[in-house]
């Protein structure tokens, strides 16, 4: 852990941080939004124009 408060003091906060802790990522939040019933109705798939 002392490695690295070292690390992260010379290279700026967060730079490092323990496995367990993911970065906040701006889609997991529209991901928590999604039908739970995504593959099993057709009405709740996405559609996509090409």
Known sequence: MTA??????RFG???LRPGGIRPKTP????????????TT??????EVQA
């Not at 690295?4 to 003091?9: G, I, K, M, S, Y």
């Not at 889609?27 to 995504?38: G, I, V």
């Not at 109705?41 to 996405?46: A, E, N, P, V």
């Open 41 to 46: 109705r057709f009405s709740d798939l996405m």
């Open 27 to 38: 889609w997991s939040t529209r991901a928590n939004n999604r039908s739970p019933r995504y």
């Open 13 to 15: 906060r967060g730079t």
């Open 4 to 9: 690295l408060d070292a690390v992260n003091a």
